[in-house]
């Protein structure tokens, strides 16, 4: 059976990004094999978790040392997870705040570090879509770094731990189209 995380990182249950993910697992579900899929989905602004302290702890104990939170819950998820779609509206160019700091909450069960600080990924196999919302209309969404930087960091975090990013999928210039 394929366990698929979904995280949807917008606060719009309904939105751009929440439908492009919906539609993008649809599709993975229909090609599994005949054991089927196990789909678990997360809107990051339902979970209750605190702000990372920097302390560093997570990197040694390969788990966040902060008390029980949906931050933890979500870290199972992830190590039982064989493929996650994470997806995010652009903010700044970047990922919005909520999952920033979700993913900031999981570095440890994320990645591992060798002796000589070298990240170790932990996800080594699994697989990972990426999908983006953006107002800026295209190419200029990618040219002043709006969707692009939103992906890169998505990027980072999810192939410094392990995972093969197999889609990108993104949504430019939304406020003129009413998504």
Not at 11 to 34: C, F, H, I, S, Y
Not at 54 to 64: I, V
Not at 100 to 112: E, N, P, Q
Request: proline residues 4%; contains cysteine; aromatic residues 6%.
């Amino acid at each position: 059976m394929l366990n698929i995380l979904v995280l949807n990182g917008s606060p719009r249950k309904n939105g751009n990004v929440a439908r492009t993910l919906r539609r993008e697992v649809e599709k993975q579900t229909g090609k599994a094999d005949a054991d089927g899929c196990q789909v678990i989905w997360e809107d990051i602004y339902d979970l209750k978790f605190d702000f990372c302290k920097g302390c560093m702890a997570c990197r040694s104990k390969s788990d966040c040392i902060l008390p029980r939170d949906d931050a933890h819950k979500i870290a199972e998820e992830i190590k039982k997870c064989d493929m996650i779609f994470a997806g995010t509206p652009v903010y700044w160019g970047n990922m919005n705040g909520k999952l920033k700091s979700l993913f900031d909450r999981l570095v440890g069960i994320l990645m591992a570090e060798s002796k000589l600080g070298i990240p170790l990924p932990l996800h080594k196999g699994k697989k990972a879509v990426i999908v983006t919302s953006c107002t800026t209309p295209f190419p200029f969404n990618y040219l002043c770094g709006q969707s692009s930087g939103a992906v890169r960091a998505l990027k980072e975090i999810l192939k410094s731990s392990g995972f093969k990013v197999v889609k990108k999928v993104n949504i430019s210039n939304t406020k003129k189209s009413g998504r």
